[in-house]
């Protein structure tokens, strides 16, 4: 998942504004302005690309980075509101995987013409290239991605973890040091990860279709695995406030036995143990990785997908070159860029089998692996209001074991799905 940091939403929109009191810098000679918005990664990764693939344009554009806020919640009512307003100032826009399809419907960004599309997608994985996919058409260039890993201690679990979420649960309740299952319960999209995971790992899907939800056994089989850890002896006593990074500390502190999370679990603990902590560095000797856990022994898993993706403004005024920038903003130079830079996963499936990518995730191919065969979450205009409806909920996590969880889910997502969506 992305990690951005700098500027509040007030800074974001004041800079919005400004950039549209100079939209006239176009006119004239040279190359083409393309402003791109998108949140700040720590490396500076996305303007060293804003300014490799300005570099290869060879005069075509130049690509000027717009930074928005911090929070994700605040990049995407920043955009909602500018977009919204058809704001021409926007050529290229940084969304995280879930708004694809959300902006797509609203009309806000354009379907990439099909030639482009071919090449931005060629060697792409799957479960990337579906994230920015609406109705059949491409929508975005994904430029990196995300998925999870099961994280566990080898000096205290004895033997092999369980494959299964419930042999999990059985397996850290029953040990005497680190008896934790760490995993964000937090009423907030975390929760909605974990659920539409575990719904795809089952082999079902919250939705039937854009506005139809599915109530199958899956459904009711994760609502049930929530519940079960929820009130289990591995659930964290801080479960319904926890976010990765809070899991994160918690196991990186000896606390856990076990973690489900993103792999920037891993530069993070091993960060601290070149700092000198001596749990984190015990932690980093210790540390295993497997596959995102399966629901039932005889189903593979599909584990969660994250990443941004770049989507080119409907009211761009250079909507020709706003295509070849995204589409360069999403080639195998950029996100090398990214990854070397802020250590995000590829899409591009040839880029795990470089060295330097294995060295920054000795476990790259779990994540390929994972991107390839992982479940996105559901395509849908109202993906804001679906997302609001399953985390408030779920969290806190015990009340997915309440005999009326599922009717209430029921009925929560139901009136998430008859609102208008984005706005």
């Known amino acids: 998942m992305l990690r951005v940091i700098a500027g509040s939403l007030t800074a974001a929109l004041a800079a919005l504004a400004l950039s549209a009191c100079g939209s006239d810098e176009n006119s004239g000679a040279g190359p083409v302005t393309i402003n791109m918005w998108a949140g700040t990664q720590p490396g500076g990764s996305f303007q060293q690309a804003a300014k490799d693939c300005s570099d290869a344009s060879n005069g075509a554009f130049r690509i000027q980075f717009n930074a928005l806020a911090n929070n994700p919640d605040a990049q995407r009512q920043a955009l909602v509101r500018r977009l919204a307003a058809k704001d021409d100032s926007i050529d290229i826009v940084g969304m995280d995987v879930v708004w694809t399809s959300e902006f797509a419907e609203a009309g806000w960004i354009e379907a990439f013409p099909e030639e482009i599309a071919s090449?931005?997608?060629?060697?792409?994985?799957?479960?990337?290239?579906?994230?920015?996919?609406?109705?059949?058409?491409?929508?975005?260039?994904?430029?990196?991605?995300?998925?999870?890993?099961?994280?566990?201690?080898?000096?205290?679990?004895?033997?092999?973890?369980?494959?299964?979420w419930s042999g999990l649960i059985k397996q850290a309740s029953e040990l005497e040091e680190g008896g934790r299952l760490e995993i964000a319960g937090a009423a907030a999209e975390n929760t909605t990860v974990w659920f539409n995971a575990l719904v795809e790992s089952g082999g079902g899907s919250i939705l039937k279709g854009p506005r139809e939800p599915n109530f199958d056994e899956p459904v009711q089989e994760a609502v049930r695995i929530i519940g079960e850890l929820a009130t289990s002896r591995a659930a964290d006593p801080s479960l319904a406030q926890q976010k990765e990074d809070q899991n994160r500390l918690a196991f990186q502190s000896g606390q856990a036995a076990f973690m489900v999370n993103w792999p920037f679990v891993y530069p993070s603990i091993k960060g601290a143990a070149e700092d000198g902590d001596a749990t984190a560095k015990k932690?980093?000797?210790?540390?295993?990785?497997?596959?995102?856990?399966?629901?039932?022994?005889?189903?593979?898993?599909?584990?969660?997908?994250?990443?941004?993706?770049?989507g080119v403004s409907s009211y761009s005024k250079n909507p020709d070159e706003a295509f070849d920038a995204a589409a360069c903003l999403a080639s195998e130079k950029s996100q090398k860029t990214y990854l070397e830079l802020d250590g995000v996963a590829p899409t591009i499936s040839s880029i795990y089998e470089d060295e330097a990518t294995k060295e920054i995730y000795p476990f790259a191919s779990l994540i390929r692996e994972g991107l390839e065969k992982g479940g996105p979450r559901p395509a849908t205009p109202a993906y804001s209001d679906v997302s609001l409806a399953i985390y408030s909920t779920l969290s806190p996590p015990v009340n997915a074991s309440k005999p009326n969880a599922i009717e209430e889910l029921r009925k929560n997502l139901d009136k998430a799905l008859s609102a208008d969506g984005v706005l």
Request: glycine content about 12%; overall charge negative.
């Open 119 to 164: 090449r931005v997608t060629e060697g792409m994985l799957e479960g990337p290239v579906q994230t920015a996919t609406y109705e059949d058409r491409l929508y975005g260039a994904p430029g990196n991605s995300n998925t999870q890993l099961l994280w566990y201690r080898k000096d205290l679990v004895d033997g092999d973890p369980a494959r299964t």
């Open 283 to 310: 932690v980093l000797d210790n540390l295993g990785w497997l596959p995102y856990p399966q629901v039932t022994e005889d189903r593979e898993a599909k584990g969660p997908i994250g990443g941004f993706n770049w």
